[in-house]
């Protein structure tokens, strides 16, 4: 199946070249990816045993078998396995360590590439991976959770190898020297080995002769999650060192009457302004120039509303009521964008700004001056 898999998508997206500017982008994400993975699997049965309790009835043998399975990898990602391996039953106080974790041995590996330490970065696309993977491995159906094991393992021995010998070229280092790759993929028993056996197993128990096909469709799908994140992430770092490369940021209306699209960077820089009607109505503002914004369909279905000083004219869907866009008094040759009008599967980051509204001729005076941005999570409530 590793073999289908490689001559459909051809070589792994982390065998690309990368800067080291680059892969100091990436490994947050992957150290993100990295520490999560082993507890949604351990924990992605839960609801599947929980409705076995509220019916009232025994737990099916393929939620017995993707359960210990799942749950052996975890024990193995956070060094278990490996401990009692080596030293026995003495060894098991040593399950403690947490720095046996795998995840922790990846973030040694990678502030030693780097010369200082990471911390996980759970963007918006990483958790979007990760939620669907969840979605995968929590399946009522004991196939499909099994497409979503076998799946992430067979892919996750290409991507750790792929990683491993771009990072070795990168950063001109002894491939041994990083023990996470080594323990995973390298030596005479890497631990991809078990993990890939484990859960290939599960199809002789699970997959019947007459669901193969199906079978085969969703560990296509399952293995495709996988090969989209890394090739998002090795986008999104290829852009990293131009932050003003724009893309087309869609957005709507409430009801979808007004659709329209921005050109802006897929991080953000917004204001949240404390004026009465951005209080009243949540604006958060995202200033653009006229020509970066066009209006897809629905310009008939916008009316105007001014007051105070009728400088701005705030236009809005008059089905709705929602303003996803109006010409402000601060920026009169082009417009404000309202950031949760826009669909946030665009958008990486947003930093966000105060500005004082309701003093709003000092606060315009002095916004380039006085502004303390914050960083704040993409998703829009």
Known sequence: MTEQARALFGPHPFAAEMSEDQVASL????????????????????????????????????????????????????????????????????????????????????????????????????????????????????????????????????????????????????????????????????AEKYHAEMTSRLIAELVPAHRNERFLSEFDRAYRISVHWCRDMLRIVSLKGDDHSEIEHRGRCHCGSVKFYVKAPRELSAVRCNCSICQMSGFLHLLVPGNKL???????????????????????????????????????SGFSVNIRCLDNRTIERITISEFDGEHWDQAFRLMHQDLEPCVEDKTLE
């Open 27 to 190: 490994l947050p994400e992957y150290l993100a990816m990295s520490q999560a993975f082993p507890y949604l699997q351990a924990g992605s049965q839960r609801d599947l045993i929980f409705d076995a309790m509220n019916h009232n009835r025994d737990l099916a043998r393929d939620i017995e078998l993707t359960s210990v399975v799942g749950n052996f990898i975890c024990w193995d990602e956070t060094g278990g396995y490996g401990q009692i391996l080596q030293g026995g039953k003495a060894a098991l106080p040593d399950i403690l360590v947490t720095e046996n974790f795998h995840s922790n041995l990846f973030r040694k590996d990678a502030s030693q590439l780097l010369g200082r330490a990471i911390r996980p970065n759970y963007s918006a696309t990483t958790k979007r991976y990760l939620h669907s993977l969840y979605a995968g491995l929590s399946s009522k159906d004991p196939l499909v959770r099994c497409a979503y094991m076998v799946a992430f393992e067979l892919h996750a021995a290409d991507m750790i190898q792929s990683l491993w010998t771009t990072l070795v070229k990168t950063f001109k280092t002894r491939p041994d020297d990083l023990e996470y790759f080594r323990s995973h993929v390298g030596g005479e028993d890497p």
């Open 294 to 332: 066009g209006i897809e369909c629905g310009e008939e279905f916008l009316t105007a509303y001014q007051f105070n000083k009728n400088i701005a004219r705030h236009t809005f869907c008059r089905v709705c009521g929602v303003k996803p866009f109006y010409t402000p008094r601060s920026n009169p």
